[in-house]
């Protein structure tokens, strides 16, 4: 048993996934509004510099006010900061592109205003190609006809998947919540996907990471070796990761699942 970048013994994770709060809350999916707000540098230097060695990556609206000296920061301490729950048009994300976002969590579309259709954050992600991205490949957050077009137009290289899933992932129950026990959003399950109890928005994934493979091959008809990169090396290789996990080869982590031929995880090692 080794020891993760958080200190604890036992499953080796790259470090914690901040989703938040510095998003924007028109965006804010299932996300609760009264926890999002602008990036204050009182606020963050505080907290960046006591948990650096533990954040992984940092999702954050870069037409934010503040977003993009935070994402200056957070690029020179290595952290991924991705661009997410955003409004953001072409030349805002190019902007922050150039402040250190790379990486697209979760792609969203083209934005209007006043009539005129604007290139959002997903036509941004495809005419930048510094910018890498995940998708919800669950069929359900994108349904198999955009998972195979997001996979034609950036490459296995580019994107990769990623099952957003919350806490009831892989159970057989039709209600959850997001949050604690005590405060937390109630939410349903149906048709395969967490949704607020209003049925408004989708409140998570609670999807498996093979079900993703499953749902490229046998929906989006992704070649199997391409769908199993997009699960393994590529995001790897998005979070710097890729010189230790990602793939079989020797001098890496053993760290592999065996899937069936049904594509279901049969072991894990």
Request: charged fraction near 20%; proline fraction near 6%; charge should be neutral.
């Amino acid at each position: 048993r080794v020891k993760s970048r958080l200190g604890e013994e036992g499953i080796t994770a790259p470090g914690i996934h901040l989703e938040g709060p510095y998003l924007n809350p028109e965006q804010k999916g299932a996300i609760n509004e009264a926890f999002i707000r602008p990036p204050r540098r009182a606020e963050y230097e505080p907290f960046v510099q006591k948990y650096a060695g533990a954040i992984a990556r940092w999702t954050i609206a870069p037409e934010l006010n503040g977003a993009l000296e935070l994402g200056d920061q957070l690029n020179r301490l290595g952290v991924l900061v991705s661009v997410g729950h955003s409004n953001a048009v072409y030349a805002q994300v190019k902007e922050a592109a150039e402040h250190g976002f790379r990486h697209v969590t979760h792609l969203s579309t083209i934005t209007r205003k006043n009539g005129f259709r604007y290139a959002g954050v997903l036509e941004s992600t495809f005419c930048l190609p510094q910018l890498t991205a995940e998708i919800i490949a669950d069929g359900c957050h994108l349904p198999p006809e955009l998972i195979r077009m997001v996979y034609t137009l950036l490459g296995v290289e580019r994107v990769c998947f990623c099952c957003d899933s919350m806490r009831c992932a892989g159970e057989q129950v039709t209600r959850s919540f997001l949050g604690n026990p005590q405060s937390g959003i109630p939410v349903i399950i149906e048709d395969g996907v967490a949704k607020l109890c209003d049925r408004s928005a989708f409140a998570g994934s609670v999807a498996t990471d093979d079900r993703l493979v499953r749902t490229a091959v046998e929906q989006a008809e992704i070649p199997l070796t391409d769908a199993v990169r997009m699960m393994s090396l590529t995001p790897a290789q998005i979070m710097r990761v890729d010189a230790r996990k990602g793939s079989i080869a020797p001098g890496k982590n053993a760290d592999f699942v065996v899937l069936d031929e049904t594509l279901r995880v049969s072991s894990v090692y």
